[in-house]
C-alpha cells in the first residue's frame, strides 16, 4: 500500500478564536488557594502550577495552550501532614472512621454522592477543558462514576447483610466480617481523572480506611468542586489531597511506612519504584492496574465489518488513552488488503474537532510531549518499512494529532512493543494464528485481548490459549473495562490485585472474625452485646 499524502486541509482549522467557543462551555479561570486536611479546606500562599488546557487559541504568537487556572504546587512537609491526618484520624483502628458502623459509613458515602451531583455541570466541563475529552463522554464519566459509588453502597450491604450471621464449627462459634486495613495511597491517571480514581478511593472509604489523594497531573481542576463534599461529607482526617510534583511529596510518605494499601493506576515502572520505597514490604498491599499493549487479532474467518467497527472504537475511544485501547492489531494476510482499505475508511469518517462539538470523535491531546512523541514512533516504522495508509494520518498541529493507520508492522519496529497510548492504529500481517499467541507469550503485559472470528473451532482454540495469557478474552467486540461489575485485572506486569465493584471491597479490606468457645457463658456474653448493640463489628443488624 502507498502512503498517503498528509496535507492537514481542512483539519488546520480544528483549533478557534475565544470569541468562536460557544458560551455555555466556556469556564472561567481556577486559580486555587486551598487543599483538603484533616477535615479543612486549609488555605494556601505558597508556589502554585498554571494548568493549561489542550485546547489551543490562536494568538499573535501562534497558537498557545489556553490557561486554565493554577493548583498548589506543595512541598514535602505538606504531604507529611496529610500523611499524619489520615494515620492519626485512622489511629490504628480505633478512630471514628475505621470504628464507625458499616451503615454509619454507607451514610456518609451517600451524602456524598447528593453533593457531588451537585457539582455534574462544573466537573464535564472541566473534564472537556482540561484533558480534552468530548462532551458525551464526559458526561458519561462523571455519571458512570455516580453510578459506581451506588453500586458499591449496595454491594457493601449485600456483604454485611451476608456477614451478619454466625458460624459454628467444632466446638467453636464466630463471627467473620471484613476491617478496613490503613491509611491508603491512592494515585490515578489523567485520561479518567474522575471514574479511574474513584474505583480505587471509594470502596477503600466506605470499607473504614483513611485516604491520601494524589491528583493526576491533567484532569486536576476537575477535582476542585468536589473537595467541599469530601469535607463535608467525612470525619476530619479521612480524606485528604496532595498537590505537587508526584517525584517529591510521595518519596517521603512511602519511606515513613505509614501507608497500608497502595493504589495506583499508571506504569509498572513507577509503581514498582514506589513499592520498593516503603520499608515494611510484608506490611504493604498494592492494588495496581498498570501497562497493557492490547492486541486484537482478526482472522480470515471474521466478519470483517464488524473488526473495523469495533476496532475503530477499541483503539480511537478517547484518541486511543485507554489503558484498555486496542493498541496493536494482528490481521490474516488473506484479508488484509481488505480490512485496512475498510479500516481506512472508518478512520477517514471520525470528525475531528473541540470536545464540545457535535458527533466529534478525535481532540487535541493533553500531554505537552505526547505529538512529538507518536510522531517518533510512526517515523521510526517508516524508516523500517511500514507505511501510513490513510490520509492525512499523523497529522499534527500543536495538542492535535489525526490518528495514523501504520501498515505492515513488525517486531522490529517500536509499534510493536510500546504503548503508544494515542491515536496511532499498528496493523501486523500474520500467516497463522500462532504468530500472535507467541506475541502474548513473549509481551510483559497480559490484560486484555480481542479475537474477530466466526468460527468456532477458531476461536475455542484462540480462547483457550490466551485464558491464561491475559484477564479477559473479548470475543468479536473491542476490548473496556465496564460492565463494573466485572473483575478487572491483568496478568504479568498489566496490575496487582482485582477491581470491580464486588471485588474492590475484598481488595481494601481483610477478613477478621471473632471467637469463642461454645459454652452457654459465651453464648449470653455474645447475646447480650448483640441485643444491646454494644458493638459495631459484633452485630446482626441487617442494612436494607
Same mark, same amino acid.
Given at each position: 500500500?502507498?502512503?498517503?499524502h498528509?496535507t492537514?486541509?481542512?483539519?488546520s482549522?480544528?483549533?478557534?478564536?475565544?470569541?468562536?467557543?460557544?458560551?455555555a462551555?466556556?469556564?472561567p479561570?481556577?486559580?486555587q488557594?486551598?487543599y483538603?486536611?484533616?477535615?479543612?479546606?486549609?488555605?494556601?500562599?505558597g508556589a502554585v502550577?498554571n494548568?493549561?488546557?489542550?485546547?489551543c487559541?490562536?494568538?499573535?504568537?501562534?497558537l498557545e495552550?489556553?490557561l486554565?487556572?493554577s493548583?498548589?504546587?506543595t512541598?514535602?512537609?505538606?504531604a507529611?501532614e496529610a500523611?499524619?491526618?489520615?494515620?492519626?484520624?485512622?489511629?490504628?483502628g480505633?478512630g471514628?472512621?475505621?470504628t464507625?458502623?458499616?451503615e454509619?459509613r454507607?451514610?456518609?458515602?451517600?451524602?456524598f454522592?447528593?453533593?457531588?451531583?451537585?457539582?455534574?455541570d462544573?466537573?464535564?466541563?472541566?473534564?472537556?477543558w482540561?484533558i480534552?475529552?468530548?462532551?458525551?463522554?464526559a458526561?458519561?464519566?462523571?455519571?458512570?462514576?455516580?453510578?459506581?459509588i451506588?453500586?458499591?453502597?449496595?454491594?457493601?450491604k449485600?456483604?454485611d447483610?451476608?456477614?451478619s450471621?454466625?458460624?459454628?464449627?467444632?466446638?467453636?462459634?464466630?463471627?467473620i466480617r471484613?476491617?478496613?486495613l490503613?491509611v491508603?495511597l491512592s494515585m490515578?491517571? !489523567?485520561?479518567?481523572? *474522575?471514574n479511574?480514581?474513584?474505583?480505587t &478511593?471509594? =470502596?477503600? #472509604?466506605?470499607?473504614g480506611?483513611?485516604?491520601l489523594?494524589?491528583?493526576?497531573k491533567?484532569?486536576v481542576?476537575?477535582h476542585?468542586?468536589l473537595?467541599?463534599?469530601?469535607?463535608e461529607?467525612?470525619?476530619?482526617?479521612?480524606?485528604?489531597?496532595?498537590?505537587?510534583?508526584?517525584?517529591e511529596i510521595i518519596r517521603?510518605i512511602?519511606?515513613?511506612?505509614?501507608v497500608?494499601?497502595?493504589?495506583?493506576?499508571g506504569?509498572?515502572?513507577?509503581a514498582?519504584?514506589?513499592?520498593?520505597?516503603?520499608?515494611?514490604?510484608?506490611?504493604?498491599?498494592?492494588?495496581?492496574?498498570l501497562?497493557a499493549?492490547?492486541a486484537?487479532?482478526?482472522?480470515r474467518?471474521a466478519?470483517i465489518d464488524?473488526?473495523v467497527?469495533?476496532?475503530?472504537?477499541?483503539a480511537l475511544?478517547?484518541?486511543g488513552?485507554?489503558?484498555?485501547?486496542?493498541?496493536?492489531?494482528?490481521v490474516?494476510?488473506?484479508i488484509?488488503?481488505? !480490512?485496512?482499505?475498510? *479500516?481506512?475508511?472508518?478512520?477517514?469518517? &471520525?470528525? =475531528?474537532? #473541540?470536545?464540545?462539538?457535535?458527533?466529534?470523535?478525535?481532540?487535541p491531546?493533553?500531554?505537552?510531549n505526547?505529538p512529538?512523541y507518536?510522531?517518533?514512533?510512526?517515523?521510526?516504522?517508516?524508516?523500517?518499512?511500514?507505511?501510513?495508509?490513510?490520509e492525512?494520518?499523523?497529522y499534527?498541529?500543536?495538542?492535535?494529532?489525526?490518528?495514523a493507520?501504520?501498515?505492515?508492522?513488525?517486531?522490529k519496529?517500536?509499534?510493536?512493543h510500546?504503548?503508544?497510548?494515542?491515536p496511532v492504529i499498528p496493523?501486523v500481517?500474520?500467516d497463522g494464528?500462532e504468530e500472535p499467541i507467541?506475541?502474548q507469550?513473549?509481551?510483559?503485559?497480559?490484560?486484555q485481548?480481542?479475537?474477530f472470528?466466526?468460527?468456532?473451532?477458531?476461536?475455542a482454540?484462540?480462547?483457550?490459549s490466551?485464558?491464561n495469557?491475559?484477564?479477559?478474552v473479548?470475543?468479536n467486540?473491542?476490548a473496556q473495562?465496564?460492565?463494573?461489575?466485572?473483575p !478487572?485485572t491483568?496478568r504479568?506486569?498489566?496490575?496487582?490485585?482485582t &477491581?470491580s465493584?464486588?471485588?474492590?471491597?475484598?481488595s481494601?479490606?481483610?477478613?477478621s472474625?471473632v471467637?469463642?468457645?461454645v459454652?452457654?457463658?459465651n453464648?449470653?456474653l455474645?447475646?447480650?452485646?448483640?441485643r444491646?448493640?454494644?458493638s459495631?463489628?459484633?452485630?446482626?443488624?441487617?442494612i436494607?
Amino acid at each position: 500500500m502507498e502512503q498517503q499524502h498528509v496535507t492537514g486541509g481542512t483539519l488546520s482549522g480544528i483549533f478557534k478564536d475565544e470569541n468562536n467557543i460557544p458560551e455555555a462551555y466556556i469556564v472561567p479561570e481556577i486559580h486555587q488557594r486551598e487543599y483538603l486536611l484533616n477535615g479543612k479546606l486549609v488555605p494556601w500562599d505558597g508556589a502554585v502550577t498554571n494548568i493549561y488546557s489542550p485546547i489551543c487559541i490562536p494568538t499573535s504568537n501562534g497558537l498557545e495552550r489556553k490557561l486554565l487556572g493554577s493548583v498548589p504546587d506543595t512541598s514535602p512537609k505538606e504531604a507529611l501532614e496529610a500523611l499524619d491526618a489520615a494515620f492519626a484520624a485512622y489511629d490504628n483502628g480505633l478512630g471514628q472512621w475505621p470504628t464507625m458502623s458499616v451503615e454509619g459509613r454507607i451514610q456518609c458515602m451517600q451524602q456524598f454522592v447528593y453533593l457531588m451531583v451537585q457539582q455534574r455541570d462544573v466537573v464535564v466541563k472541566l473534564l472537556m477543558w482540561e484533558i480534552g475529552k468530548t462532551l458525551p463522554d464526559a458526561a458519561k464519566e462523571f455519571d458512570r462514576t455516580v453510578d459506581y459509588i451506588n453500586d458499591t453502597i449496595d454491594a457493601l450491604k449485600d456483604l454485611d447483610r451476608e456477614s451478619s450471621r454466625f458460624q459454628q464449627a467444632e466446638g467453636t462459634i464466630a463471627q467473620i466480617r471484613r476491617a478496613p486495613l490503613g491509611v491508603v495511597l491512592s494515585m490515578g491517571p !489523567f485520561n479518567y481523572p *474522575l471514574n479511574e480514581i474513584f474505583t480505587t &478511593l471509594i =470502596p477503600a #472509604l466506605i470499607m473504614g480506611n483513611t485516604i491520601l489523594f494524589k491528583l493526576p497531573k491533567h484532569g486536576v481542576l476537575a477535582h476542585y468542586p468536589l473537595l467541599k463534599a469530601f469535607k463535608e461529607a467525612f470525619p476530619k482526617g479521612t480524606v485528604n489531597t496532595l498537590y505537587g510534583k508526584g517525584s517529591e511529596i510521595i518519596r517521603p510518605i512511602m519511606e515513613s511506612g505509614k501507608v497500608s494499601v497502595l493504589a495506583f493506576i499508571g506504569s509498572s515502572k513507577v509503581a514498582n519504584g514506589l513499592k520498593k520505597l516503603h520499608p515494611k514490604v510484608n506490611r504493604l498491599r498494592a492494588i495496581l492496574s498498570l501497562d497493557a499493549k492490547n492486541a486484537a487479532i482478526v482472522t480470515r474467518h471474521a466478519d470483517i465489518d464488524v473488526a473495523v467497527s469495533e476496532c475503530i472504537l477499541g483503539a480511537l475511544s478517547f484518541n486511543g488513552q485507554r489503558c484498555t485501547a486496542l493498541k496493536l492489531i494482528f490481521v490474516q494476510k488473506e484479508i488484509a488488503a481488505k !480490512f485496512v482499505e475498510k *479500516l481506512n475508511a472508518a478512520v477517514s469518517a &471520525l470528525k =475531528p474537532g #473541540l470536545p464540545w462539538e457535535k458527533d466529534v470523535k478525535i481532540t487535541p491531546l493533553p500531554e505537552p510531549n505526547k505529538p512529538a512523541y507518536l510522531r517518533g514512533c510512526i517515523d521510526d516504522a517508516l524508516a523500517k518499512g511500514a507505511h501510513v495508509v490513510n490520509e492525512n494520518g499523523g497529522y499534527t498541529q500543536a495538542s492535535f494529532v489525526f490518528p495514523a493507520v501504520v501498515y505492515p508492522v513488525n517486531e522490529k519496529m517500536r509499534l510493536y512493543h510500546e504503548e503508544q497510548f494515542g491515536p496511532v492504529i499498528p496493523v501486523v500481517p500474520f500467516d497463522g494464528i500462532e504468530e500472535p499467541i507467541k506475541y502474548q507469550v513473549n509481551a510483559s503485559h497480559g490484560m486484555q485481548v480481542s479475537i474477530f472470528s466466526e468460527d468456532p473451532v477458531e476461536v475455542a482454540k484462540l480462547i483457550d490459549s490466551f485464558v491464561n495469557l491475559v484477564s479477559r478474552v473479548n470475543i468479536n467486540c473491542q476490548a473496556q473495562r465496564g460492565p463494573d461489575v466485572f473483575p !478487572f485485572t491483568g496478568r504479568k506486569d498489566s496490575a496487582e490485585g482485582t &477491581l470491580s465493584v464486588f471485588d474492590a471491597l475484598r481488595s481494601f479490606s481483610i477478613r477478621s472474625l471473632v471467637a469463642t468457645k461454645v459454652t452457654e457463658p459465651n453464648k449470653q456474653l455474645f447475646n447480650a452485646i448483640v441485643r444491646e448493640h454494644n458493638s459495631n463489628f459484633l452485630s446482626t443488624d441487617y442494612i436494607f
